[in-house]
């Protein structure tokens, strides 16, 4: 409960000294002649939830992939935990914590939503390939205590009725839930959601909100996300960064970069 | 009038005078249709997890059945053979993992599947350069396979069952039992699984594609050496038993590329089909169907249902 507190006052905890997770410098990113990232740099604290936000083709989902070792910036630093990192594969940064989910749903269709959310815990399982051969001993408890552990994140998400469908049948709005999901099985201490909320009712959206903000306060978990809805970007992070043309052009709390004239400008076309 | 009796009419008044014989034929398809379900196997597993078509699983076939029999020749003993021969699948999945899939990642399908045929010949050059190309003898009797016939009498008849088809057919349920339990109830199958789904996102939650490979490779390695010990117990080893792979295109064309039971069935529908067809139809036209009738089967499958009986069904949004 104390915890809670804390974590729901962040202003007062970056006030102090704020401990930052993970650092971005100069980032920057081409390809070929086109650039989808310029000098750009930012940082992410611990606990708090981050957004990126900006126009299409910013280079927000970009700047997502860089962090997670999909795409290597051609310049720039990325410190994630206090190290540093040269071009790091998408593996090193599972292992090291991060997680996150994609803006168009990539799960694995054919597999139940539990096997889905199972696969998450790859990495936390560590009984050897001759073990699960036969399935025995060790490799047994094992996979039941993980399998205890993706049981308690489906009632979270209350996702229990669909938890032996296979995720290719399910509505968009549950795809990306049990996609939560598998990115929660992880226990990261980064979670990197690519709008997590695009293509969603209103019903869905307020559910995903809800899941978003308990993730942070039960569990600490930091979280950068991307998303369009404005209503929610400004509702539920705690600080922002805008992004227009691979650029950063505003950062801030929410308050700060809604009266800030480049995001207006950006967001709302000027005459130049 | 008379050829469409012959067609229509005979072939099933032979089938019901005779039920002893069809017992046989369909017994001998059955045997059939397991190994080449066993080679189909192999190229299922491969192409669902690394999306290559693997044109060298034939060879890889001969290759682990030349391994073992060259072993026990050099005076290696036959299980110490076996398990050196386990030991090179490794390595070779290994080597191949390294020097081919990883340089080629991100590179369209038809390379991956070009440089498989690299790979088929220098598996053909690398088996005769150092076991020579003549045929060889499989050392059924040093790995306790067993030997001879069993004379059923049914149906007013004798059905004679060769003891290896029997052990044939039982390593081969069993060995696809297995492998379907691994790859539903494990952390490595779902890890399989998952990469056979999506990339991107099995890589997001930190499986590595490389570490996968490597294992699907090396399962289908087995897979070959298996199938090679088999194959090669009922005719011998050499370097014709390449042909009797490419049977698994038909196989997968009915089964569906993606699919493991899929693999199976289309190996029993092809092993059985051509059996029938052989015995109670190959007359008409002089015999010898056996070659050919299976790609026929598979050419009239694929006006009707492209992606097979299993496949995924490709709905595409445009």
Redesign the interface.
């Known amino acids: 409960m104390n915890e809670t507190m804390v974590q729901s006052q962040p202003v007062v905890a970056s006030a102090s000294a704020p401990e930052k997770l993970l650092t971005v410098e100069n980032v920057t990113l081409s390809f070929g002649g086109v650039r989808a990232l310029s000098d750009v740099s930012f940082d992410i604290r611990k606990s708090e939830i981050r957004a990126i936000i900006g126009p299409n083709g910013a280079g927000k989902t970009s700047m997502l992939n860089c962090i997670?070792g999909?795409y290597h910036p051609q310049a720039g630093r990325i410190t994630f935990k206090g190290k540093m990192r040269q071009r790091m594969?998408?593996?090193d940064a599972?292992?090291q914590g991060i997680?996150?989910t994609?803006q168009n749903v990539?799960?694995?269709?054919?597999?139940t939503t539990l096997?889905n959310i199972?696969?998450?815990?790859?990495?936390k399982?560590h009984?050897s390939?001759f073990w699960?051969?036969f399935?025995h001993g060790p490799?047994m408890n094992e996979?039941i205590e993980h399998r205890k552990y993706c049981e308690e994140i489906i009632d979270f998400l209350e996702i229990e009725h669909i938890r032996k469908t296979p995720v290719g049948r399910l509505p968009y709005g549950l795809q990306k839930r049990v996609e939560l999901g598998?990115?929660l099985a992880?226990q990261p201490d980064l979670l990197l959601l690519d709008e997590p909320m695009a293509g969603m009712n209103l019903e869905e959206k307020e559910d995903m909100c809800r899941f978003i903000l308990d993730v942070n306060r039960q569990f600490g978990t930091t979280i950068a996300l991307i998303e369009h809805d404005m209503g929610v970007v400004m509702d539920i992070s705690d600080r922002v960064v805008v992004l227009e043309y691979g650029h950063k052009i505003a950062d801030g709390s929410p308050d700060e970069v809604k009266a800030d004239q480049r995001v207006i400008d950006a967001y709302l076309g000027v005459s130049h | 009038m008379d050829i469409l009796y012959s067609i229509f009419v005979d072939p099933f008044m032979q089938m019901g005078s005779a039920p002893d014989l069809l017992v046989q034929t369909l017994w001998e398809g059955f045997v059939g249709g397991i190994l080449y379900a066993l080679i189909a196997l192999g190229f299922v597993l491969i192409f669902k997890a690394s999306g290559v078509f693997n044109f060298a699983q034939g060879i890889m076939v001969v290759f682990a059945a030349l391994t073992l029999v060259g072993l026990y020749e050099k005076g290696v003993p036959a299980f110490l053979a076996l398990a050196i021969t386990i030991g090179v699948m490794f390595v070779l999945a290994y080597a191949i993992e390294r020097v081919v899939l990883r340089p080629l990642v991100n590179q369209p399908d038809i390379i991956l599947f070009m440089a498989t045929f690299g790979l088929t010949y220098l598996l053909i050059g690398l088996g005769e350069a150092i076991f020579g190309g003549n045929p060889k003898v499989m050392i059924a009797e040093q790995l306790y396979l067993p030997k001879g016939a069993i004379d059923l009498k049914i149906l007013g008849g004798v059905v004679t069952l060769q003891k290896i088809d029997i052990a044939a057919a039982i390593i081969a349920l069993v060995m696809i039992g297995a492998l379907s339990l691994f790859f539903q109830y494990t952390r490595i199958g779902r890890a399989l699984r998952a990469v056979a789904d999506s990339h991107k996102a099995a890589l997001s939650v930190g499986i590595s594609l490389n570490q996968i490979w490597v294992i699907v490779w090396f399962i289908a390695g087995v897979v070959a050496l298996i199938t090679g010990i088999m194959w090669g117990a009922r005719s011998d080893v050499s370097f014709a038993l390449q042909v009797v792979a490419l049977k698994a295109l038909p196989v997968l064309i009915l089964g569906g590329f993606t699919s493991v039971p899929g693999a199976i069935v289309g190996g029993l529908i092809i092993g059985i089909g051509e059996k029938i067809g052989e015995f109670y139809w190959g007359p008409l036209v002089g015999g010898a169907t056996e070659s050919w009738l299976a790609y026929c089967i598979a050419l009239v499958f694929l006006m009707f249902r492209p992606q097979g009986l299993f496949g995924e069904r490709i709905i595409e949004r445009i």
């Open positions: 997670n999909f594969r998408p593996y599972a292992l997680a996150r994609f990539a799960l694995f269709k054919g597999m096997d199972l696969t998450g815990r790859t990495l399982m009984r390939f699960h051969l399935r490799a996979e598998r990115a992880m």
